[in-house]
C-alpha cells in the first residue's frame, strides 16, 4: 500500500530554521509535490509546489532530490504564526489508477 | 475575488439519512475536488470532477456520490451515512492541468448521531 509518510510532529524556536520532510516512494512519473498548512478549523492552504531540484518562494524552499522519492519543505525563520499542521501532497498510481495521496501530515510548534 | 465556499459550515446527522454538501469553486477554476478528514487526520481523496464527468475517485464506496455543474459548482452526496462519516468535508478548486495547486475552502463540519 503506497503511503506519503513524515513525521509526526516538531518544535521549533521563533527566528530558527525549521526542514519537514515527505516520503514519497510510489510518486507518479509526471506528478509534482505540493505542500500545504493548515490551522484548525480551516482548510488547507498552498505553500509551495515543485517537480525536482529545488523551488523557492517567498515563504519556502522545496528541495527534490534526483530520485523524487522525497521532499523536503524548508521555513527559513519561523514565526509563532506558522504553527500549524504542515502537509505534502503526491500524486501516486496505485494498480493502474491515479490517485491523490496526502502525507500523514507534521504538526509543527513554534516556542517564543 | 472570492475563493471557494461551502455550505453548510456545520451539519449535524442521524445514522441512515442522507446529506448534500455544497461547493462553489474558485473565480477561473473548473475542477472540483472532495476530500473527507477525520479528526487529527489528513485529509482522504473521494473524487474529482472536471468538465461534468468524475475524472478520478479515491477508495470511497458508492454510497458517496458527486455532481458538478455546468458553472463548475459542485455537490457531494453521503446516502446511508454511518457513524464513521463523522469528518470535516473539504472542497477544492483547482485549473484543469492535474498538477495545478488546489484551492481549499474552510470545510463542511458533519456530525453523524
Known amino acids: 500500500l503506497a503511503k506519503t509518510t513524515q513525521p509526526i510532529s516538531m518544535d521549533s524556536y521563533e527566528g530558527q530554521e525549521v526542514n519537514i520532510t515527505c516520503s514519497h516512494n510510489?510518486?507518479?512519473?509526471?506528478?509534482?509535490i505540493t505542500w500545504y498548512q493548515q490551522f484548525p478549523s480551516q482548510g488547507p492552504r498552498f505553500i509551495i509546489q515543485?517537480?525536482?531540484t529545488k523551488v523557492t518562494n517567498e515563504v519556502a524552499s522545496l528541495f527534490i532530490p534526483a530520485d523524487r522519492k522525497s521532499s523536503t519543505l524548508s521555513l527559513p525563520r519561523v514565526s509563532l504564526s506558522d504553527t500549524a499542521v504542515y502537509y505534502c501532497?503526491?500524486?501516486?498510481?496505485?494498480?493502474?489508477?491515479?490517485?491523490?495521496?496526502f502525507g500523514t501530515g507534521t504538526r509543527l510548534k513554534v516556542l517564543a | 475575488d472570492a475563493g471557494v465556499t461551502q455550505s453548510p459550515t456545520h451539519l449535524i446527522k442521524t445514522r441512515g439519512q442522507q446529506v448534500t454538501l455544497r461547493c462553489s469553486p474558485k473565480?477561473?477554476?473548473?475542477?472540483v475536488s472532495w476530500y473527507q478528514q477525520a479528526l487529527g487526520q489528513g485529509p482522504q481523496f473521494i473524487f474529482q470532477?472536471?468538465?461534468?464527468?468524475?475524472?478520478q475517485r479515491g477508495n470511497f464506496p458508492d454510497r458517496f456520490s458527486g455532481h458538478q455543474f455546468p458553472n463548475y459548482s459542485s455537490e457531494l452526496n453521503v446516502n446511508a451515512l454511518l457513524l464513521g462519516d463523522s469528518a470535516l468535508y473539504l472542497c477544492?478548486?483547482?485549473?484543469?492541468?492535474?498538477?495545478?495547486?488546489?484551492?481549499f475552502g474552510n470545510g463542511t463540519r458533519l456530525t453523524v448521531t
Open positions: 515543485g517537480y525536482k
Open positions: 501532497l503526491v500524486g501516486v498510481t496505485i494498480a493502474g489508477t491515479y490517485k491523490y495521496i
Open positions: 473565480s477561473g477554476h473548473d475542477t
Open positions: 510510489n510518486i507518479a512519473t509526471n506528478d509534482y
Open positions: 470532477y472536471y468538465e461534468e464527468e468524475e475524472r
Open positions: 477544492a478548486s483547482s485549473l484543469g492541468d492535474p498538477n495545478s495547486p488546489l484551492h
